[in-house]
């Protein structure tokens, strides 16, 4: 059992504090009248709705009792690696007899937890379940009947999974530190004491002390002209789910692209970001022609160092983005889209748990594709589509059980990284494809852009989709998708025959080419690369026979020159080819490659092609080095594939 409930809350008893310290709490109760905390004034029912639906991986009570705005104030403090300070919370109550709030917590040391109680801060005895390694610790803070805050005092881990401690030599810079978190999907707990489930939204307000040479952001309000002084105050008006809050602290610089967007990065790369990601203005008046209006106030880009885990991470108003899609072409700003697209999709309409992800991912890559053909053209658009299309094929292959591939995950789901596989992501676009196709783009598009509306700033599930689909499309023309086609996407495995067939004239070429050369036709250089775009790059790679010969992985490198090329997609595809094939010139490469980049997706798999190709001492070697500059999450995943 990894990600279930180790208890249930009525039956088995918590770790209280020591009784010791309940008598020293209880004694000093009334007395502790401490901080005085300015009110803050929300709208909770404009906020939250009931979700049915129950979230598995949070230990939340927030049927009851229901978080609406957090005040965090927080030392970021880098010799001790740790966040420090105290977080405050408003609640709601939904059910009248509700008597405790429940938090989701993991690695936090909890000093104290006070309720603001007729005017007065009162300390309480909390309890802390016992640990699970995924979910942490439920805290438990007894609520009397005028209890109107919670206050906690709390500091994090120095190996909290969500936030990562960069040393001065691990940064481009070399001289300061630097600090950058990641909530999504479960990981907020390990950074405050919060209900941990995207079926609560909560403002929040945040001030942060640092080293005063440093600049503090976070997934908030900022101004790009703030001083540089170590005290930073953050404001986030809007009601986000938790795993969108984040921090990024560190030696940044910022550059503006427009009014309201720019992009901050260390010096090394910011001008070179600003070009690359210079388009983002265009992006965002697409999307907002399609879906309605961008209701967050500023957008801007932060590149983090090269160990963010991620392409992109969609924090609003500041989505952190890896330096890999600096390619200098602007070849790989499709992530960009996307997480711009989460502004809709995820962040305004947030899925409801984690089962439904597919709504906040395929819905994005969706928007995202419609970005892309806005900005670039349909050709741009299929090229990704059909690139994406061979992903989903290879990732329904590796699904654990039919199930995996439903976009509605089963009930049962155990390991959250299957709620992030290409399936919500790339079944899920497909599926909006499919209703696209169906319906019309002129009935599709308003449609889209009517969900988002109706359900601004709400948590949904799947259900709720479907529901909305029926009453404001399919009850409308109804005889367009059937109730089996329906099923057929969202509850049934892999991909229905309903599902669109991308066709790219350019692959084509790239095809005949390809067989051209492999059957010895023609000499590599005989193929007419020189207006070849990264895509027809990757759709010539990602598609040669199984096992290619020496010699034809020695022309292929003398003629193109992959080894080492600084496109870090085409590096990705030509070295798990090299790997495949044995291709030993291109080993000292990847292994800088292996310890300068940090993200995922290239990482995860290239560990993994190692190990199944026979090169397991090689990668273990390889990873003694890298994993201290990878992320938490990354050196959890690769400690699992690599069996350590
Ligand atoms: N929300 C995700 C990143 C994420 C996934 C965080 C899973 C935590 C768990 C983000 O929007 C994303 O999907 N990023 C993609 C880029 C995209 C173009 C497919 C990535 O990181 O590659
Ligand atoms: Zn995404």
């Not at 005040?71 to 009248?96: P, Q, S, W």
């Amino acid at each position: 059992m990894t990600y279930s409930k180790l208890f249930n809350f009525k039956t088995v008893g918590f770790r209280a504090v020591g009784a010791a310290s309940i008598l020293a709490l209880a004694a000093c109760a009334g007395e502790t009248e401490s901080k005085k905390v300015e009110p803050v004034e929300i709208t909770v029912s404009e906020i939250n709705q009931p979700v049915d639906s129950a979230d598995a991986f949070t230990y939340a009570n927030y049927q009851d009792v229901r978080t609406t705005h957090l005040d965090l104030n927080l030392d970021v403090n880098f010799d001790r690696k740790v966040l420090d300070g105290t977080i405050t919370l408003d609640f709601e109550r939904i059910n009248d007899d509700a008597d405790m709030l429940i938090l989701d917590t993991q690695d936090l040391t909890i000093e104290s937890v006070e309720t603001l109680d007729s005017g007065n801060w009162i300390a309480v005895s909390y309890g802390l379940s016992s640990e699970d390694p995924n979910l942490g610790q439920a805290l438990t803070i007894p609520l009397s009947e005028t209890a109107e805050k919670v206050r906690i005092s709390y500091e994090t881990s120095p190996d909290a999974k969500g936030l990562q401690w960069l040393s001065p030599s691990q940064t481009a810079g070399k001289v300061h530190p630097y600090m950058f978190s990641q909530g999504q999907p479960i990981y907020a707990r390990t950074m405050a004491p919060v209900q941990d489930t995207p079926a609560v939204r909560i403002t929040y307000s945040a001030k942060l002390t640092t080293p005063p040479e440093l600049v503090a952001l976070m997934s908030a309000s900022q101004d790009p002209n703030t001083p540089r002084d170590g005290e930073y105050e953050f404001d986030m008006p809007q009601p986000i789910p938790v795993y969108l809050l984040a921090f990024a602290v560190g030696d940044i610089d910022f550059k503006a692209i427009n009014d309201h967007i720019g992009v901050y990065a260390e010096e090394y790369i910011l001008d070179a970001a600003a070009e690359e990601f210079s388009e983002t203005p265009e992006m965002e008046v697409a999307n907002v022609e399609l879906y309605g209006p961008y209701r967050w106030g500023r957008y801007d880009l932060i590149v983090l160092p090269p160990s963010f885990p991620y392409g992109g991470m969609e924090n609003p108003r500041l989505s952190f983005l890896t330096p890999t899609l600096v390619a200098g072409d602007k070849s790989l700003t499709n992530v960009v889209a996307h997480e711009l697209a989460h502004s809709w999709s995820g962040n305004l309409v947030t899925n409801a748990t984690w089962r439904d992800s597919w709504l906040n991912e395929g819905f994005t890559s969706y928007v995202e594709n419609r970005i892309m053909e806005a900005l670039y053209g349909e050709d741009r658009a299929i090229m990704e589509q059909a690139l994406d299309m061979q992903n989903l094929k290879r990732s329904l292959t590796e699904a654990p059980s039919p199930a995996y591939t439903h976009l509605k995950l089963p009930e049962d789901l155990e390991n959250l990284d299957y709620a992030f596989s290409l399936v919500s992501y790339l079944k899920g676009a497909n599926f909006l494809f499919f209703l696209e196709d169906r319906f019309g783009r002129e009935r599709f598009d308003p449609f889209l852009a009517g969900y988002f509306d109706s359900y601004a700033f709400k948590s949904v599930t799947t259900e709720d989709f479907l529901t909305y689909l029926d009453e404001n499309l399919r009850n409308r023309f109804p005889d367009v998708v059937s109730d089996a086609e329906i099923d057929a996407w969202v509850y049934g495995p892999g991909l229905p025959d309903t599902v669109r067939k991308p066709v790219s004239n350019a692959f084509t070429k790239v095809d005949n080419y390809r067989a051209d050369w492999a059957n010895g036709n023609i000499s590599a250089s005989d193929i007419p690369t020189q207006e070849w775009t990264t895509h027809e790059w990757l759709h010539f790679l990602n598609n040669m026979p199984e096992k290619i010969t020496m010699e034809q992985m020695t022309a292929l490198d003398e003629t193109f020159n992959f080894t080492g090329t600084s496109n870090a997609e085409t590096a990705f595809a030509w070295y798990m080819l090299a790997i495949k094939n044995d291709y030993k010139p291109a080993m000292p490469e990847l292994r800088k490659f292996l310890v300068s980049v940090g993200r995922g997706k290239f990482i995860y798999r290239l560990y993994g092609a190692l190990k199944d190709n026979g090169k397991k001492a090689w990668a273990e070697k390889v990873y003694e080095t890298a994993r201290p500059g990878y992320n938490p999450i990354a050196q959890d995943r690769i400690d699992a594939i690599l069996g350590k």
